[in-house]
């Protein structure tokens, strides 16, 4: 099309220049020849200066067009790298087919149009020829400028050809790279518009286009000539010495950097271009410090090349004394150019890209790094203020994190406020050469983010803000996953492995603009803006949605889900272990807070529960006050001090279960934490299985689970979420156990379930209640040594089993069988009042002289005997459904009375009834005895039933003493004769034998179970001096009673006896 135009256009000039010679030829003449042959000759000049003048024109237009086609190339070659780059993540998006055959058929279209106008370009390339092969000798050079323009036509011929074979076969690309494409395709067509509009404008004015304006030609001291050029517009001179001048910059500081030579301007090629090159021209204009500009940054213009491969030291007065070559094949788009400075340039060098990477300074001719002491996120800042990234979010790095530097070390201990514009006005310690005290492995190093994290406790998490358009806007959370968060930690340079994302507004809602929807990352991008997304400002939310991601510098590893594992720390950019050294559950708390499970119980794993871990030991000896959200915070070591192995590798357990209102950490109501609120669990069917799964998910396994219902622990508040729990025993959790739906319940708080997580238990009993006693320690179950055992002893074991309403009874020597193992504690001495048995005074822990057939027991029964002085004998109570009551005297006998006192340690051939007047009446519940009901020690309250109020009183509850059922007869010389003594109150004792007769002694014989008829009384310790005390005397029986305490006495204890008065019996 534009050869078209251009023959056409110089054909019709030449048709008019022959017409008008033919006009004259034949018009009237004085001398006709002469006139003729002037008249020609002027003609042919004419043409000979159009043809010139055309041929000038157009080859001002070729090189244009070359620029042109140039600046094609190079977007060509930006389009292919990124293709090459998408073609490298075609296996990471499957997601996106069905869009992508819509979308090929627009670029199958958009390529079809650039190849038409290939065709077209093909045309004209004919239409050339037939134009040099008229005027070969006039156009040479122009033939060789259109080969180079052929080859370029065809280099893009076969790109698109490229491209759309590529495309064919990308069915994992996505909306928004077909988007990028299709612009990319469009920006193509209107270059390819463009230099057809150019090439075709043949009424271009040469005259109005001319390369010098007199009037502003001037001469410097050295001769070489100051000007502005008028080319157009947009190309100015900012700065001009000695031959040397600064073209087309954006201010007078800085430019595209020519050369007066040979009486003319040429440019530099931008290879080896570096600092030392733009400080000599920058010196040469008066500024200190230069920085190099390169690949045509000021503007591509058709001048000759006059340096090449400028190797400056940057010492030199001149650019012209600069080492160099001549240029030879250097294209115009690498030209060199420069911005002068008056501070010394920086530069980031080892990153991904010219964003970040290690700091380095260029003072006295050389560059040099920056020590890391002192180094901060505020010194960063500046470094990224100077290299033009002043809105970006900058973070600082030490430790040579990109790599080890090499010369000398510049700065050390900088204190920059984040406002300068120059590094060295940053106040410092120390300059100049600090290898000495500082090496290359504490290289400072700097990022300069697009991206920032806005609003959490520190720089590792919070919203997500990206910077376009000048200004920072927000990501909507639609589709956003840890994915999109791994990647944007990644992009950070923080731990992405563990990151974690989050939603709604998490950190805050920000304001502005929000620039992403429906971000989409595979997971391997280095930048979200990589990952598929809805479009640059495209979006339907609002703050509310703002996402925002946690880059966490710690993570679980190894265990069934992600709120358990192996603790890993990422310290010095390598994922390291704790080593268990003090490690404990306020430390597994801290870690779970940090890892976002703010509400749940930590529970802490030792010796590599989870596995051993690999590489670096960071922390040892960590201890945690509870309240740190970083377990960096913690006391510790010291970073990578320890004296540990991998097989004492620490862990965690983060559990949504906690236990309220228990006077430890072992027992509480249990609540469970549902739907983002702690919520209690209702106790329908909540028994030891429940129990069990509780404690064992909360670190307490192989403990005795104890199930407490009726809000054991107090009622609790809120919703009351999960019911109706059935566990085996064998879940991880009691979320993972089968239960009614989650819901609000119909319960009550009154009904909250509760759990106690004991280090103590009875075994070999008939039920929960009684059995050997056996305590946890050191991860292990022991018994306890009978030595000094009691009922006090016996009372905290009931209290701390949740018995402790009961009656406790002290078992000795191995009562409820032999245990086996460790006997963990002897001569344990309890006052009571302890809350746990481990509370208690003992010899120590595993200290003992006994053996497993001295094994201690408990039983914790539901009966006692009140209003007595003594313990042994007072009002029968039970205690039932909650409460103590009395039981009234019908159809009991001494059988029955026999059994209660035997369940409450007593002689299983104790007991007697007593008259209830010596003990008062009871009030609360009135119990009656079954019909025909024998009752047992493994069920005495079985045998009882309500009774009617209204019906029954208190003044016929039964009163009984197992105290007195315990008599012996000593030092006889058969089992039917000796002195008479009496246990009471856990102790033997005499009867005085004052007043003491047969009568008497038919009661003694009688209770025994030995003849009676002719039983005979003995006075005056006739069967010798016992021990102890004189419990009865002035006894006064009628004969007839069953017991000796039925019979009348001045009382307990009280006499006036000596010990040649102890009374006796001989029972025949």
């Not at 410097?220 to 517009?233: A, I, K, Q, R």
């Not at 919203?463 to 639609?478: L, P, S």
């Not at 002035?1034 to 009374?1063: M, P, R, W, Y």
Request: aromatic share 8%; charged share 20%; with cysteine.
């Amino acid at each position: 099309m534009m050869g078209y135009r251009f023959l056409q256009c110089f054909m019709f000039l030449r048709v008019q220049t022959l017409l008008l010679g033919n006009s004259l030829l034949t018009g009237n003449s004085i001398s006709p020849q002469n006139r003729t042959l002037g008249n020609n000759q002027r003609i042919l000049s004419d043409i000979l200066n159009q043809e010139s003048l055309l041929r000038f024109s157009m080859i001002q237009k070729m090189q244009i067009f070359t620029m042109d086609i140039i600046e094609i190339k190079r977007n060509n070659n930006l389009l292919m790298s990124k293709l090459d780059t998408l073609t490298k993540e075609q296996a990471a998006a499957n997601k996106r087919n069905s869009v992508l055959e819509k979308e090929n058929e627009k670029l199958s279209q958009q390529v079809s149009a650039i190849q038409e106008e290939v065709i077209t370009l093909n045309n004209t390339e004919k239409n050339w020829k037939i134009y040099s092969g008229t005027h070969d000798g006039e156009i040479t050079d122009l033939q060789n400028i259109y080969g180079d323009l052929r080859k370029d036509i065809g280099q893009i011929k076969q790109s698109l050809t490229d491209m759309n074979q590529r495309l064919d076969s990308w069915n994992t690309s996505n909306m928004h790279f077909l988007s990028d494409q299709e612009k990319e395709l469009d920006n193509i067509h209107s270059k390819f518009n463009t230099v057809l509009r150019r090439v075709g404008r043949l009424d271009y004015k040469i005259k109005d286009r001319g390369e010098f304006r007199n009037s502003s030609q001037n001469l410097n001291e050295t001769g070489h000539p100051v000007f502005y050029e008028e080319l157009d517009s947009q190309w100015d001179v900012s700065i001009s010495k000695d031959g040397v001048r600064l073209v087309n910059g954006a201010s007078w500081m800085e430019g595209r950097v020519e050369i007066y030579k040979n009486g003319q301007w040429g440019t530099i090629c931008n290879d080896n271009w570096n600092t030392e090159d733009a400080s000599v021209v920058c010196k040469m204009m008066g500024f200190p410090y230069g920085k190099p500009k390169v690949f045509g940054h000021y503007g591509i213009y058709m001048r000759p090349m006059v340096m090449e491969n400028v190797l400056c030291h940057g010492s030199e007065l001149s650019i012209r004394d600069c080492p160099h070559s001549t240029p030879s094949s250097c294209p115009s788009s690498q030209t060199a150019g420069v911005i002068c400075i008056n501070y010394p340039p920086v530069q980031l060098t080892g990153g991904r890209s010219e964003t970040e990477g290690r700091v380095e300074v260029y003072v006295g001719n050389q560059w040099g790094t920056v020590c890391d002491e002192g180094w901060d996120d505020i010194d960063a800042q500046v470094v990224c203020r100077i290299l033009g990234f002043e809105d970006y979010y900058a973070a600082a790095f030490g430790g040579g994190y990109f790599g080890r530097g090499n010369g000398p070390i510049f700065l050390s201990n900088l204190t920059c406020n984040g406002t300068e514009s120059d590094i060295m006005t940053c106040s410092l310690n120390s300059t100049i050469n600090l290898g000495d005290v500082c090496g290359h492995e504490n290289d400072a190093g700097v990022s300069c983010f697009p991206i920032r994290l806005v609003n959490g406790r520190d720089k590792t998490e919070g919203r997500v803000e990206i910077f376009r358009n000048n200004e920072w806007g927000t990501v909507c959370d639609d589709g956003w996953d840890d994915e999109d968060a791994g990647v944007v930690c990644r992009s950070l340079r923080l731990p992405s492995s563990n990151a974690v994302h989050r939603s709604s507004a998490y950190f805050g809602k920000g304001n502005g603009q929000i620039w992403l929807d429906n971000v989409n990352c595979v997971g391997i991008e280095d930048d979200i803006m990589n990952c598929s997304h809805g479009g640059i400002g495209n979006h339907n939310c609002s703050h509310g949605k703002d996402a925002g991601v946690s880059c966490l510098p710690i993570r679980l590893v190894g265990g069934h889900d992600k709120t358990e594992g192996r603790v890993e720390v990422f310290i010095n950019n390598e994922w390291g272990t704790i080593c268990d050294d003090e490690w404990d559950n306020q430390d597994a708390q801290v870690v779970c807070r940090h890892l976002g499970f703010s509400g749940y119980t930590g529970v802490v794993r030792s010796s590599a529960t989870f596995g051993q871990g690999t590489g670096s030991i960071w922390l040892d000896n960590v201890r945690c006050g509870g309240g740190e959200n970083n377990i960096l915070k913690c006391r510790h070591s010291g970073v990578g001090t320890n004296d540990c192995h991998h097989s004492e590798d620490a862990g965690v357990r983060c559990v949504p279960v906690r236990l309220m209102g228990g006077s430890s950490g072992r027992e509480g109501r249990v609540e469970v934490y549902i739907n983002n609120q702690w919520s209690t669990v209702s106790d329908t069917n909540w028994d030891q299985n429940e129990a069990q799964v509780v404690c064992e998910s909360l670190g307490y396994s192989g403990y005795n689970a104890v199930a407490r219902r009726s809000a054991y622990f107090g009622e609790g508040s809120g919703d009351i979420l999960l019911d109706k729990v059935q566990c085996t025993g064998k879940e991880r959790d009691l979320l993972a156990c089968r239960h009614g739906d989650v819901n609000k319940s119909s319960s009550s708080h009154s009904n909250d379930a509760g759990v106690s997580c004991l280090s103590i238990r009875l075994v070999g009993g008939r039920n929960l209640m009684e059995g050997r006693v056996e305590v946890f320690m050191r991860n292990t179950w022991g018994t306890i040594c009978d030595t000094d055992w009691s009922n006090q002893d016996a009372k905290v074991v009931c209290s701390t089993l949740g018995y402790g309403r009961l009656t406790p009874v002290a078992h000795h020597a191995s009562h409820f069988g032999k245990g086996s193992g460790q006997i963990w504690l002897d001569n344990v001495d309890c006052h009571g009042n302890d809350t746990d048995i481990l509370n208690c005074r003992h010899r120590g822990v595993g200290v003992h002289n006994c053996q497993h057939s001295k094994d201690a027991g408990v039983s914790c029964v539901p009966i006692r005997l009140a209003g007595g002085s003594f313990n042994d004998s007072g009002r029968l109570e039970v205690y039932m459904e909650g409460e103590w009551g009395t039981i009234y005297n019908r159809n009991w006998n001494d059988i029955d009375t026999a059994v209660i006192c035997s369940s409450l340690g007593y002689s299983e051939n104790s007991g007697s009834i007593l008259n209830i007047s010596l003990f008062g009446q009871g009030n609360g519940r009135i119990w009656l005895k079954k019909v025909d009901c024998i009752i047992s020690e493994e069920d005495v309250i079985g045998c009882l039933q309500k009774s009617d109020l209204h019906n029954f009183s208190h003044d016929n509850d039964i009163a009984i003493t197992c105290g007195p059922g315990q008599i012996r007869l000593m030092n006889g010389r058969n089992d039917y004769e000796g002195r008479v003594e009496v246990f009471i109150n856990n102790e033997w004792g005499t009867v005085c034998d004052d007043v003491w007769d047969s009568k008497h002694a038919r009661v003694v014989c009688r209770s025994l179970g030995l003849p009676s008829g002719n039983a005979v009384a003995r006075n005056g310790s006739y069967f010798g001096i016992g021990g102890g005390k004189f419990w009865l005397d002035n006894v006064i029986c009628i004969g007839s009673e069953v017991h000796l305490l039925n019979c009348g006495h001045n009382g307990i204890g009280i006499h006036n006896c000596g010990t040649s008065e102890q009374a006796g019996v001989i029972c025949r």
